[in-house]
């Protein structure tokens, strides 16, 4: 049924855009290497990129290098234009060369030295997934690129494997047809005619989504296209084209109902919020809680866990805040060795002792989803405790770390804040596990009125912004798009997060501190310099009372200049109100299912 007027509504937008510089990435390890001959050596990176390096001879030119490899003396200009280099080639010069522009022979070599257990079989290439340091082997797009020439043939090897998800895991077996296969692996493939376009979602392995499954899953409320391939994979530069309907709504153009609700919201949020100002924080009560732990390690890029890595900067913003201010922290896990300690020490060892406080103390090493609840139980305990005793409600702020696994172009912090729209009704969980602690029996059932929704966003916003602009004033990185978002999306479908979802702490922010799958960004985390900087700007931004008209009136203004520069890319059409309305129907409804 959407067929149709769905076609109107897809709009053009280049996303991935970023400077070539991010396209280099210093610390991705060599998973595996080979020499083919004494001059060409071959290496699989962690990133599943084949890099192929050539050593020119004594005397040797681009020309007769070109035609030693390739076959072809002409393709010198392609292969220097790819090196960056001039004219002249040196023998100190080391040479890359794209696999797909070697010699069949050549590429055949260095594909059976790179993935040994690989073959040609009667019905096409049989590949065996080598899988690098994580989970997840190399996608069907890298394998597609190495074996047919184009990444988007993808599609035409997942239909030759049936089950095959887009991911892989080490070991498994994909079979690569024989007609989709190039010259150099027995096909005859040549075709250069890529389409142009992808479609992209966030990546479909987020921390957040894992942590917080809570049974939730009813049907997505908006038809969606499928991921045309594993956003992880998205080459730098790559256009990306965007249904209007799963655009934020402050990128939709300004007569958009979505956006006028949006705006409605904001400020209807803004104008109930009403800042804390507090003396050296005299009075402020702040709940810290550390992503994961236990067992459930979070994301994990190249042996750097996200629940090991943001509890050391728990504990650093825990040890800066108690030092520093008169605002008292409590947090909701605590690993049993080491308490909270910080380490001197850049790596960090995995830590899988953590437990959340509740009463009894929940030990994270059996249900992940029970461990995420237990945590808003828990701090919706102490905020209720801290009103109890007179502290007033905006005074008390609840931050939840975790470090983002997106892809590996994307950097830097962002916020997830509750948006009021999905902050609705009253939850509440049974059984044993969560009966049988103190906090949960406290208070079983959670519940927020809209205007207490409204109040939290808008308290939230105003502390998320304040972070991002104290993270970006120091030159550290924010996230390139949106840094602060009031619901993650993913498969059609809008949430907040468990752990800020059903927390009734009025100023609630879960921050993704850094992306995982980003190069720089884990080299930066494996720095305690980097943690403890981070953290300190954390506390810096946290508290600092700002007139909350003028944060306002700072996005207002930020959201209008996306939109003016967005109209030129965008072949934007308002949606009529009624998609508007059935879809927020659908919403509510998936809400109460
Ligand atoms: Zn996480």
Not at 261 to 271: F, G, L, N, V
Not at 309 to 314: A, G, H, P, Q
Request: charged fraction near 25%; include cysteine.
């Amino acid at each position: 049924m959407y067929n149709s007027p769905v076609r109107k509504w897809w709009v053009w937008a280049v996303v991935v855009h970023l400077p070539a510089i991010l396209l280099a990435e210093p610390f991705s390890k060599t998973i595996a290497a080979a020499s083919v001959t004494p001059e060409l050596r071959a290496s699989l990176s962690s990133d599943y990129l084949i890099d192929v390096v050539v050593t020119p001879h004594e005397g040797d030119a681009w020309t007769r290098l070109a035609k030693r490899v390739t076959g072809d003396a002409e393709r010198w200009h392609d292969i220097a234009a790819f090196n960056k280099a001039g004219d002249n080639l040196t023998s100190e010069q080391r040479v890359h060369v794209p696999l797909s522009m070697l010699r069949g022979e050549l590429q055949k070599q260095i594909v059976a030295s790179l993935f040994p257990r690989d073959g040609l079989t009667d019905r096409g290439w049989r590949h065996v997934v080598a899988g690098g340091t994580g989970i997840e082997g190399e996608s069907l797009w890298n394998i597609a690129e190495w074996f047919t020439g184009r990444g988007e043939r993808y599609a035409a090897i997942r239909s030759a494997n049936p089950g095959q998800g887009l991911s892989t895991r080490t070991g498994d077996v994909i079979l690569i047809p024989r007609e989709l296969l190039t010259a150099a692996f027995g096909g005859e493939v040549e075709g250069r005619n890529a389409p142009k376009t992808a479609q992209a979602r966030k990546s479909e392995d987020d921390p957040v989504e894992r942590s917080s499954a809570d049974g939730h899953d009813a049907d997505a409320p908006v038809e969606v296209r499928s991921t045309a391939r594993p956003v992880a994979r998205i080459p730098v530069g790559y256009p990306v084209r965007i249904p209007m309907e799963l655009l934020l709504p402050e990128y939709r153009p300004a007569d958009d109902p979505a956006r006028v609700a949006d705006e409605a919201t904001k400020r209807a949020s803004a104008k109930l919020a009403k800042r804390a100002r507090a003396r050296g924080l005299a009075g402020v009560r702040v709940i810290l809680d550390a992503g994961h732990g236990g067992r459930d390690v979070g994301a994990i890029h190249d042996g750097v866990s996200e629940s090991s890595y943001v509890y050391d900067v728990m504990c650093r913003l825990k040890r800066i805040i108690e030092k520093r201010s008169a605002a008292a922290v409590s947090t909701t896990t605590k690993s049993a060795s080491d308490g909270y300690d910080v380490v001197d020490s850049d790596a960090l060892d995995p830590q899988d002792d953590h437990v959340v406080l509740t009463t009894p103390r929940y030990a994270l090493d059996d249900d992940t989803t029970v461990g995420v609840n237990l945590r808003w139980y828990l701090a919706n305990s102490i905020f209720r405790r801290a009103v109890k005793r007179g502290v007033p409600r905006e005074k008390v702020v609840f931050l939840s770390l975790h470090a983002d696994s997106l892809h590996p172009a994307l950097r830097g912090t962002m916020a997830y804040i509750p948006g009021s729209d999905y902050v609705t009704g009253s939850y509440e969980k049974s059984g044993g596990v969560y009966l049988a602690r103190a906090e949960v029996r406290e208070a079983p059932t959670v519940r927020h009125t809209e205007k207490e929704s409204l109040t939290a966003e808008g308290l939230s916003r105003d502390l998320a912004e304040s972070i991002v602009d104290a993270i970006e004033s120091k030159g550290l990185q924010v996230h390139a798009f949106n840094p602060v978002r009031d619901n993650v999306v993913r498969n059609g479908r809008e949430w907040v997060p468990a752990v800020i979802r059903y927390n009734l702490v009025p100023t609630r922010i879960l921050l993704e501190i850094c992306n995982l799958g980003n190069a720089r960004d884990r080299a930066l985390m494996k720095t305690k310099a980097y943690r403890q900087k981070l953290a300190s700007r954390f506390t810096r931004a946290s508290w600092r009372s700002t007139p909350i008209a003028r944060s306002a009136a700072r996005s207002w203004q930020h959201r209008d200049n996306v939109g003016r520069a967005s109209a030129r890319h965008w072949r934007a059409e308002a949606r009529p109100p009624w998609k508007h309305i059935i879809r927020r129907a659908c919403h509510v409804l998936s809400k109460a299912i």
